[in-house]
């Protein structure tokens, strides 16, 4: 009988023994470790009392529930997959702490917060921009996409989606302004490479106020050598390459590839309205316009835009990269 439970006593602390070491193999799997990149640069204003912000652009964040489960567990699935979604958000919320921590420090987000449109996501936005004392944000072509893995781009379907997101945004989607010491942040929607009438009427009010600007927008306005270098980064246009940029001339992007029967493609994509090239040519000859600061492109660009104003496109946040921005 104690030979029995002798053996028995040995077999259970065999398993146990077996079943840690396994459990430990699997917990000390390795690691990667998580870097952040804040960056830091400044803007020449003449302020008598400098600011600083930080800015952040496309966070790419997931979230789906059962509101949105059966519409977008597929897509869902296959961008969690390649994206590593959980650093996304570690990435965020590191941001969100810094900004947290410094005192009256602004936060500039200039969209993609979100990798698709989910009632999810736009709960965890608007968590996000509720806990901040300054935050001020527009949106990016990917808060639109909603089903299909393409950003909704006309009026209709992108319609369908504005009243849920503003919902989570800390300020208007369309068109905002937020006076912040003495200088005055103006975000703007150019989520189908387009501005509109409005927007152009509204801008030209802010001018108005004399005040120094600093535009916040998802689509870097249109720079020669901007969109040289990433057409020849991709190829060039002959290749099917094309440069996502608000404002290009209609001679760049009528080479890029486009069905003309369906009036598809990138072709009519980032093809500028009229009132688009206009407001871009207008926007260069304000003295009182800064500086203004993008993303979308996922690459770091600081360039003239004009004699009085710079152009600042972020790299992407998702993998730990942020702008501490300041402001004299």
């Avoid at 640069?41 to 009392?49: A, M, N, S």
């Avoid at 989910?118 to 004392?133: Q, V």
Wanted: glycine share 6%; proline share 3%.
């Amino acid at each position: 009988m104690k030979h029995g439970i002798f053996k028995q006593s040995v077999l259970l602390l065999t398993v146990l023994f077996c079943s840690t070491q396994a459990f430990a193999q699997n917990v000390s799997r390795e690691i990667p470790t998580l870097k952040h990149n804040y960056e830091e640069f400044t803007v020449e204003i003449g302020l008598p009392e400098p600011f600083q912000a930080l800015h952040l652009t496309d966070s790419h964040i997931n979230k789906i529930d059962k509101r949105d489960f059966e519409r977008l567990s597929s897509r869902f699935n296959r961008r969690v997959s390649k994206s590593k979604a959980i650093y996304r958000e570690i990435h965020l919320m590191d941001a969100i702490h810094y900004v947290e921590t410094n005192d009256d420090m602004l936060l500039l987000h200039t969209g993609d917060f979100l990798d698709m449109y989910s009632e999810a996501g736009l709960d965890y936005a608007a968590m996000i921009f509720n806990r901040l004392k300054n935050p001020f944000a527009c949106v990016g072509n990917h808060e639109f996409i909603n089903v299909n893995g393409k950003a909704s781009m006309d009026d209709e379907s992108r319609a369908e989606l504005y009243e849920s997101i503003q919902s989570a945004w800390p300020n208007d989607i369309v068109f905002a302004s937020k006076v912040y010491k003495g200088v005055n942040f103006v975000s703007i929607d150019n989520t189908n490479n387009n501005v509109t009438k409005e927007i152009f009427k509204k801008m030209k009010a802010e001018v108005e106020k004399g005040l120094p600007i600093v535009i916040i927008c998802h689509i870097p306005f249109y720079i020669p050598e901007t969109v040289q270098e990433r057409l020849e980064q991709r190829g060039g246009a002959e290749s099917g390459a094309y440069a996502s940029v608000t404002g290009a001339p209609r001679e760049i992007t009528d080479r890029y590839d486009g069905d003309d029967d369906k009036m598809t493609g990138p072709r009519y994509e980032q093809r500028s309205t009229k009132v688009t090239l206009e407001f871009t040519e207008w926007l260069r000859s304000q003295s009182l316009v800064k500086a203004i600061i993008c993303g979308h492109n996922h690459r770091k660009h600081i360039e003239q835009f004009s004699p009085s104003c710079v152009q600042y496109t972020g790299l992407a946040a998702y993998d730990g990269n942020a702008a501490i921005i300041n402001f004299k």
